[in-house]
């Protein structure tokens, strides 16, 4: 298997595979950037059909890493981890161990944290093995309610400062009145919908199970809608809250709303449709920006020295960095997509 040549390769710095037989371990470890400080990339574990395809998912996310540590002005670089293997059937805490002596093998080049496949508690398995594990200390909550170690508060409420910049920036007004549909009432969305209603939004939500849908309608007053209307509403906001590739060809053409922002990850199919949401005069909060709080709170929660309120502080920062996208944007009269990938490499670049 090439790495060098692969599609997906994009001068990483470091690229370890990991076998370990008698723990069922098989992890590949890619570090893309490590220019703005060490590695932070979750770790995944994924029945991956095989070692190919782990390799191209591990040298695509750690990448996107670094262009969201980058643009979350943290001093980080970006990695990434992936697991060979089924999270409901393959794992035990031996292999959770054995990841933790892998990570550990790079010295605090990479530090590990959760994605799809590791819960708290296998992170805690692997932090026998190593200091390099991140998401295991709960210190800090940006409202200063008790930190549980769950990021998507801090995700969401990056996410709620993002899209009330975006609408100020592309109308100019509060989010006082302004309609906004939420996809997606899991971990993020539901809080997201929360804060919105508490700033005076009128909210539209969809899910494929009912239950949060019906919560936010309880609590929120907010209007259910079916998950194929979503993207159809005469809504000011669509915030994409739910998988990735929300805007597609599919979806595109039926938009009406003056603005996209939300805190799923991958919201374009392809990156060209940033510049077809600029052309229909639709304001796009590129997603790894606006959606950098959990990573921004991993960061604070390694800090001894930080504090409810710096964490606060640096999730505020979000709606002034998109704001800045969004000039450069306008002068250059390019997507924002690109203008943010474009200042991401500037802010990683300069530091090489
Ligand atoms: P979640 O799984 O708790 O919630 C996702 C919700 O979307 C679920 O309720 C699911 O039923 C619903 N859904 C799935 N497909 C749908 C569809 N077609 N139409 C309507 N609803 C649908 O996940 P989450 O933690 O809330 O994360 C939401 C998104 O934000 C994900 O893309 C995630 O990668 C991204 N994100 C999350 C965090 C975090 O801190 N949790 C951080 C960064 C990015």
Partial sequence: MSVFDHSEFDNHEHVAFYHDKEAGLSAIIAVHNTNLGPALGGCRMWPYINSSEALTDVLRLSKGMTYKSAMANLELGGGKSVIIGDPRKAKTPEMMRAMGRFVDSLGGKYFTAEDSGIAVTDLQAMAKESSYIAGVNARYHYNGEEADGNPAPSTAYGVFVGLRATVEYATGRSLEGVSVAIQGMGHVGYRLAKHLHNAGATLYVTDIYPEGVERAVREFGATAVA??????????????????????????????????????????????????????????????????GGVIDIFHQRMESSSNEALRDHLDNIGTTLKAIYARSDEEGKATNRVANTMAEERFNAKG
């Avoid at 509403?233 to 739910?242: E, F, R």
């Avoid at 990850?265 to 920006?289: C, F, H, S, T």
């Fill in 227 to 292: 998950p194929e209307d979503i993207f159809g509403l005469d809504v000011d906001v669509i915030a994409p809250c739910a998988l990735g590739a929300a805007i597609n060809d599919e979806s595109l053409p039926m938009l009406k709303a003056k603005v996209i922002a939300g805190a799923a990850n991958n919201q374009l199919a392809r990156e060209e449709m940033g510049e077809l949401l600029r052309e229909k005069g639709i304001l796009y909060a590129p997603d790894y920006v606006i959606n950098a």
